[in-house]
C-alpha cells in the first residue's frame, strides 16, 4: 500500500504535467540525433557535418537538419507551454488544453519527420508543422486572453 504525501496544495499545471513528458523526450531524441551525427562525422563544433562548406538543398548537410530540427523546436514549444500553463492557471477547459497541445505535439514532430527529414527539407509536414504551430500559438494566447476578459470588464 502507497501513502501519498503532500502539503495539501492542489495541482496547479496537471495538463502541462501532463505532456511534458512527450515534449521531454521528443526533445531527448532531437539532441540524441545531434549527438549522433557529431560522433559519426567527428564534427564537434558548429554544424556542418563536412568540410566543403557548400550547400546543397537536395541533400542538406544531416548535422545542420539536425541543429535545425531542435531549434525550430527550441523557438516554439517552451513559449506555447507557458501560454497554455497561463490558460490552464486560468480556467481553461482541460479538453481544449489537451487536444491542443497534442495538435502541438503533431505539429512539431510533421515538421521534423515529415519535413525537414524529407528529399530536400520541403516535406509537406514543415508546411503543416510550421502554420500549425503558429497557429497553435495564436489560439492559445486568445484563449487565455478570453479566460480573463472580464478582469478588462467584459
Not at 521528443?26 to 539532441?31: E, N, P, S
Not at 550547400?55 to 535545425?68: D, F, I, K, M, S
Request: charged share 15%.
Amino acid at each position: 500500500m502507497t501513502t501519498r504525501i503532500d502539503l495539501g496544495f492542489p495541482k496547479l499545471l496537471p495538463i502541462i504535467g501532463t505532456w511534458s513528458l512527450p515534449f521531454a523526450a521528443y526533445y531527448a531524441l532531437l539532441t540524441n540525433r545531434i549527438v549522433y551525427h557529431r560522433l559519426a562525422q567527428q564534427k564537434y563544433l558548429g554544424d556542418n557535418s563536412t568540410n566543403s562548406g557548400a550547400t546543397n538543398h537536395e541533400e542538406p548537410e544531416p548535422l545542420y537538419l539536425a541543429t535545425r530540427g531542435q531549434a525550430n523546436f527550441l523557438e516554439n514549444v517552451p513559449l506555447a507551454l507557458v501560454f497554455a500553463g497561463i490558460a490552464e492557471l486560468n480556467g481553461g477547459s482541460r479538453k481544449v488544453l489537451n487536444y491542443g497541445l497534442a495538435a502541438l505535439f503533431f505539429f512539431r514532430v510533421a515538421h521534423v519527420e515529415l519535413g525537414l527529414n524529407r528529399k530536400g527539407t520541403m516535406g509537406v509536414g514543415r508546411v503543416v508543422g510550421y502554420y500549425g504551430s503558429q497557429g497553435f500559438l495564436v489560439a492559445v494566447a486568445s484563449y487565455s486572453a478570453y479566460l480573463v476578459k472580464g478582469y478588462w470588464g467584459f
